[in-house]
Nanobody, 124 residues
Framework: QVQLVESGGGLVQAGTSLNLSCTDS????????VGWFRQVPGKEREFVAG????????RYADSVKGRFTISRDRYKSTVTLKMNSLKPEDTAVYYC?????????????????WGQGTQVTVSS
């Protein structure tokens, strides 16, 4: 079974950068799309960025386009989300998830396995 572990969250100031990592300890998601989502209390979990199985296709939410970059290292079973120019509205718990398919998707229903999340807090 896929076990995803997020790391890299923390408290940062607006305008700075942060890198999140998602590692698959079982090394089983190399043939699947992977997505990053985020959630704040009282709101739906929303799509942030996604990448297909080989890294050749990526997708971003409009709110992060141009600031966030998703990439993957299939050999290390790691997906990274580089977040630049952070804003207070980026504050959330960030989750990575392994997709049902090899392609990239922005739909939560297309993801089967989820990590426990990592908190990102951006102060103004």
């Amino acid at each position: 079974q896929v076990q995803l572990v997020e790391s890299g969250g923390g408290l940062v100031q607006a305008g700075t950068s942060l890198n999140l990592s998602c590692t698959d300890s079982k090394r089983t998601f190399s043939n699947n799309g992977v997505g990053w989502f985020r959630q704040v209390p009282g709101k739906e979990r929303e799509f942030v960025a996604g990448i297909n199985w080989n890294g050749g296709d990526t997708r971003y939410a409009d709110s992060v386009k141009g600031r966030f970059t998703i990439s993957r290292d299939r050999y290390k079973s790691t997906v990274t989300l580089k977040m630049n120019s952070l804003k207070p509205e980026d504050t959330a718990v960030y989750y990575c998830a392994s997709a049902l398919r090899a392609s990239v998707s922005s739909a939560k229903s297309e993801y089967r396995y989820w990590g426990q999340g990592t908190q990102v807090t951006v102060s103004s």
